[in-house]
């Protein structure tokens, strides 16, 4: 199984929103367990709609016609977890953009109608696979990931007798990275203009969105922290009022960010230097110190793009059988473990046949991937952090030798707690908001980023309209603390000045060999938001196309599972509890535990009679759109 690795380089919400319209609430209903869940291990595809789609060119405060959250196009496809960012991204392709500026300008709309998730005020990654370009194919990924400013230290927040320091406010704020990908991704690898791209997103900010019941649902939390105690208000005043309506926001009200929208005018006009050493950049120093943070103009102006080689396996047999696998390298560790558990898997057919024989989410199934997730969380937290600071052993955690001796260990029954992963060096044996987007080309781009936790450090650019990041949390800030995800993660991932902090963030495209001998063509693009839970999601729901044939539809409609090794928790969605599978997983030695819904994933496949499927969760109520 060769490998090959890169000069090395979330959405963490949690996600709890609920679907609109009847539909996708019956749908949604099948999903938690009240009616009958996807539970075959062979969902055939739909028959190819050819339905001509309506007009690209959709305005915000235009009513969208009910739609399914699963789709079939004939030519070009756009998943994103929001209505208006899939059209977004669908305008620009009928435009004559390709899968980058398409990718592009649905980011910049998730800016806009996704504000507490992602957005101009974080970071992210991409990758990116164009069959036609005319650099010839390319098949790279960017690193745009917040790093830490130049005054932060390893130990900045030992002692700090403000628990929420790392999570709320201008200390949690990492130098943001959004627009410099943004933009580096469009003049690189687009075709179209600054102008051209951000259209879609200005017009959503001056004419508003409609808030819809995951908007609710993601800040009743944000609203609680907020009124239980005096003056949260009156510290962050233009979340309160403008995002959150003085804690009023209901669904149906509509939020208008023209203040975002003079943002993406000077952003359109000048480029990226309008956020980096402009006045876009001079706002965001303001509120950040003011706030007592740290972030400077020069921070600012020192950030930088990388561009890496992807994480990359490929497999002989079962769930791959000789496809491309295309992930994040560190310091993403959604990659890593995506790409260990899959070579578990393949390490162990026997297992893997029984588990498949057995039935999609049947306790088999369920306990062989959560086994060896146990074991690929246990190296994302003892080794994983930024490559450029700290020794990575990613040759070591993804040898083949090494692997199998993981999969080896993997039996009927859990293991005790610290057998998990590797407890030495392995040998060197050389969240968020997710979007996916084919174009006519067969170009594709798998693309993650996030602000962090809800509306990310709560602290807006009040004159431009948008949140900051509380990425400062993804690092280790305490000694053997848990992040606010309860994430365990080693001192390798302290926070340091231009250091990238360890992220979830799973952006994966699976690629196979052109019949007609042209270069190799996609036929899964998968990502999610959710903190941890963005791996578990996108391992699952990649897992039920390759190992189980599911429509795209079906693949992130089933329940999903999660076990991060520590907690020592096996968790699962409602339709899983209760059941004679729960039953089964607690003979095996699981320790179970309700988690609904579990991260929100975007996906599309190619459709067995050609043209694609695309998904958007239905457990956060996006759309996808397409031609």
């Known amino acids: 199984m060769p490998h090959s690795q890169s000069a090395i380089p979330e959405s963490r919400q949690p996600i709890r929103g609920f679907p609109r319209g009847a539909a996708r609430r019956l749908l949604f209903a099948a999903v938690i367990g009240l009616l009958p869940a996807c539970n075959t291990t062979h969902n055939p595809a739909p028959a190819l709609d050819t339905t001509p789609p309506p007009s690209a060119r959709i305005h915000a405060a235009a009513p969208l016609a009910p739609q399914e959250f699963a789709q079939v196009f004939t030519t070009a496809a756009v998943a994103a977890d929001h209505a208006l960012a899939s059209q977004a991204g669908l305008e ?181 230097d309008a956020f980096y050493k402009g006045e876009i950049g001079e706002a965001l120093v303001r509120a950040v110190q003011a706030d007592g943070g740290i972030i400077t103009m ?71 991937v959560a086994e060896a997730s146990k074991h690929a969380f246990a190296d994302r937290a003892r080794w994983v952090g ?25 039996t009927d029954a859990t293991l005790p707690h610290e057998a998990y992963g590797a407890i030495a060096p392995p040998p060197e044996d050389h969240g968020t908001s997710h979007l996916c987007v084919v174009d006519q080309w067969g170009n594709a781009v798998s693309c993650s980023e996030t602000i962090n936790l809800i509306f990310g450090s709560l602290l807006p650019v009040p004159e431009f309209g948008f949140c900051l990041n509380d990425e400062i949390d993804d690092f280790t800030t ?67 196309v390759l190992l189980f044939d599911m429509s795209a539809g079906d693949a992130i409609a089933a329940p999903r599972f999660h076990h991060q090794w520590s907690p020592n928790t096996l968790q699962l969605e409602h339709g899983l509890i209760n059941t004679d599978v729960e039953a089964q997983l607690k003979a095996r030695g699981h320790t179970t535990a309700r988690h609904q819904p579990m991260g929100n994933i975007q996906l599309i496949r190619a459709h067995p009679a050609g043209g694609w499927q695309a998904s958007a969760d239905p457990r956060k109520g996006g759309i996808p759109a397409g031609y």
């Open 298 to 368: 020069a921070d600012l102006a020192a950030y930088r793009v990388q561009e890496v080689a992807p994480l990359e396996i490929t497999a002989a047999n079962s769930p791959v059988r000789g496809r491309r696998i295309l992930g994040m390298p560190p310091p993403s560790s959604g990659g890593i473990v995506l790409v260990q558990v899959l070579e578990m898997l393949e390490a162990r057919p026997d297992l893997t046949a029984a588990a498949k024989k057995a039935g999609h989410n049947s306790a088999l199934y369920i306990h062989l």
């Open 478 to 544: 305490r000694s053997e603390q848990a992040n606010a995800f309860g994430l365990v993660q080693s001192l390798g991932n302290r926070p340091e000045p231009g250091k990238r902090p360890l992220s979830s963030m799973t952006p994966t495209i699976v690629l196979e060999k052109d019949p007609a001998g042209g270069p190799d063509r996609a036929i899964l693009l998968a990502g999610g938001s959710g903190g941890p839970r963005i791996i578990s999601g996108t391992v699952q729901s990649s897992l039920n």
């Open 92 to 272: 620009v392709l009928k435009l004559g953009g390709n899968a980058v500026d398409a990718a592009v300008a649905t980011s910049f709309a998730l800016s806009v109608v996704r504000p507490y998730s992602c957005g101009i005020g974080g970071g992210g990654f991409m990758v990116i696979h164009l069959r036609e370009h005319p650099r010839g194919p390319v098949t790279t990924a960017l690193n745009y990931r917040e790093t830490g400013p130049a005054a932060i230290t390893p130990t900045f927040f030992e002692g700090d007798p403000d628990p929420d320091a790392a999570t709320h406010g201008g200390k949690a704020v990492a130098v943001p990275g959004h627009v410099a990908g943004m933009f580096y991704a469009l003049e690189k690898y687009g075709t179209l203009s600054r102008e051209q791209v951000l259209a879609p997103a200005i017009r959503f900010a001056e004419e508003g969105f409609i808030v819809d019941a995951h908007y609710i649902e993601s800040t009743r939390e944000v609203i609680e922290w907020i009124t239980a105690a005096p003056r949260r208000a009156e510290r962050f005043p233009f979340l309160w009022d403008r995002f959150l309506f003085k804690g009023e926001v209901k669904i149906g009200d509509r939020i208008k960010l023209p203040e975002q929208a003079r943002a993406l005018r000077l952003l359109a006009q000048h480029g990226p």
């Open 386 to 410: 930024d490559p450029n600071f700290v020794d990575v052993p990613l040759k070591g955690l993804l040898s083949e030798t090494y692997l199998a001796d993981r999969a080896a260990k993997i």
